[in-house]
């Protein structure tokens, strides 16, 4: 592959890890896992957003740090490393879980973050509809996940958009899985593996799985 560093995205419950895991299985590759439910705020959150918001969004985002700076640098680089978050996604929670106040000083970490790490060569957008999302999430059963809405889904996803229309400095690759379970449907992951082992040029691409 021409790159050596791709981050998959895509909102809750789309089944990012499921899908780098899969890939990891064939490809030569080091996969850089998000620990997210070692986040001690997570629970907090859920049930009281408002009071633990900032304490939530500050720990991912001092943990996400460590974890990518460790594992991701230039010269530690094996054929392709391969994470299931991007560092932005930071930003774009914080935007979403927020107040002003707090997203000026979160903000102000993040940026300092940001400038001292690799940036991915090719990000992938995994794609769903909000009602495959909720029935994922359904499926999981986290007990803390359950009263996610559709309204604060709508809204990670239009903030990662919102994105993809600003940043055309690197290729984004979106894949829409809506009609697929990928975890299940070899071919539709024979598809997807497809087009990730692709090159791209900058900007979007969008396909139908």
């Known amino acids: 592959m021409k790159y050596q560093y791709i981050s998959v995205e895509g909102n809750i419950g789309v089944g990012k890890t499921t899908f780098v895991n899969m890939l990891s299985q064939h490809l030569d590759c080091k996969l850089v ?3 997210f439910e070692d986040n001690p705020f997570l629970k907090k959150f859920y049930e009281h957003p408002d009071r633990y918001a900032l304490s939530l969004e500050m720990f991912f985002m001092a943990e996400r740090f460590q974890q990518l700076s460790e594992s991701i ?5 094996s054929p392709l ?3 299931d978050y991007f560092f932005m996604k930071s930003k774009f929670f914080a935007m979403n879980n927020l107040s002003d106040e707090e997203l000026i000083l979160f903000n102000r970490f993040a940026d300092i973050a940001l400038n001292n790490l690799v940036v991915p060569e090719l990000l992938v957008y995994l ?3 909000l009602d ?3 029935e994922n999430i359904s499926h999981r059963s986290r007990s803390y996940e359950k009263d996610i809405s559709n309204d604060y889904l709508l809204n990670i996803q239009n903030i990662y958009f919102d994105f993809f229309k600003m940043d055309r400095s690197f290729p984004i690759l979106i ?3 809506e009609n697929v379970d990928f975890a299940k449907d070899q071919k ?3 598809k997807m593996k497809e087009l990730f082992m692709k090159t791209y ?3 979007v691409h969008r396909f139908k799985i």
């Open 188 to 190: 539709a992951f024979d």
């Open 81 to 83: 490393v391969i994470s």
């Open 33 to 35: 896992l998000e620990q």
């Open 127 to 129: 794609h769903s509809s």
């Open 175 to 177: 894949l829409d899985v």
């Open 73 to 77: 640098s230039p010269e530690l680089f």
């Open 201 to 203: 040029t900058p900007g």
């Open 132 to 134: 495959r999302l909720q």
